[in-house]
């Protein structure tokens, strides 16, 4: 109510009361500024119906007694219209919200694709069009929350949950379920003049059977990847102790392999050369015996200087 209706009527009723008082007292002058209180607050209230202020984030859908709604809204701020003949209805047309939830008394009851019960708490962010209020004012009304927009939202969370398995609205699949929601809501309001600009599933609430039975599954997986792990780590022990083993084999090989060449060659060369034989034991005495006595049977005397020197 503008201040200006709250000033004629109260000019009307105090207009009302002078009247009474200056005919109960016999006094035409309190009589006549009593008329003139009511005409004059008369002519305010009806001029107060003239003046429309549309507040921010607001449109204005203007009814006219002989056209009907009339098209184009009225944009924020100060507007003039046709008293009585011209009413200006005023439409929210900012994002704005609406939940159903247990919180609220009106939860969504639904049933999965195995037929188990599903309960569910979902906010919608929605927007009216602003050049489109006018239609939305003519088909449905301010009234569209109850009558199009919340039992469109069941009727949509119902239809998308009987497609999923309950053990799936818990997972990954539950954002696909949150998508599928608002693609079909925005579908069925996009010709009312309502924008759709988000759903979110605050809650999802499966059987408890169900829940037990996913945990448990979890738990067994779990189990199943450590066992795995583990395994891997044993082979990857095994085979780094192959490879270890391989590798002292062959180089225990390899040693081998050259100590067997050293002894060929050498066997060779003393083969060729009888008195490496004599030098060999030579100098395997201690460094400090420079010459030795062969028994006498061998009936020579050999100076190992000479044969170092040779």
Do not use: C, W
Not at 234 to 261: K, L, M, N
């Amino acid at each position: 109510m503008s201040i200006l209706l709250v000033v004629g009527i109260a000019l009307v009723i105090l207009g009302f009361a002078l009247v009474v008082q200056g005919v109960q007292l016999q006094r035409s002058p309190m009589r006549a500024a009593g008329i003139g209180g009511i005409v004059v607050g008369a002519a305010i209230a009806f001029l107060s119906a003239a003046f429309v202020i549309v507040p921010a984030g607001n449109v204005g859908v203007v009814f006219n007694v002989f056209g009907g709604v009339q098209d184009g809204e009225l944009g924020e701020g100060f507007h003039i219209v046709l008293p009585v003949l011209q009413q200006v209805t005023l439409y929210d047309v900012r994002q704005q919200e609406i939940t159903l939830a247990t919180t609220t008394g009106d939860q969504i009851n639904a049933r999965s694709l195995e037929g188990l019960d599903i309960g569910v708490d979902v906010t919608v962010l929605y927007q009216v069009v602003a050049n489109e209020a006018a239609g939305l004012h003519q088909d449905i009304g301010p009234s569209y929350v109850s009558v199009r927009l919340r039992p469109q939202i069941r009727t949509a969370v119902r239809d998308g949950i009987a497609d999923f398995n309950a053990a799936s609205l818990i997972g990954a699949q539950r954002v696909e379920l949150q998508r599928g929601i608002e693609q079909a809501l925005a579908e069925s309001l996009a010709s009312d003049n309502i924008r759709i600009l988000g759903v979110l599933l605050r809650d999802v609430r499966i059987p408890t059977l169900i829940t037990d039975a996913i945990e448990e599954k979890q738990a067994a997986e779990q189990q199943v990847e450590v066992e795995e792990n583990r395994r891997r780590q044993s082979e990857i022990s095994a085979q780094r102790r192959v490879i270890e083993a391989t590798g002292e084999r062959d180089a225990a090989i390899a040693r081998a392999e050259g100590e067997a060449e050293a002894l060929r060659l050498r066997a060779d060369a003393l083969r060729d050369n009888p008195d490496l034989i004599q030098l060999e034991f030579a100098q395997r005495l201690a460094p400090s015996v420079q010459t030795i006595m062969l028994p006498s049977d061998g009936n020579f005397l050999m100076d190992v200087r000479q044969l170092v020197r040779d």
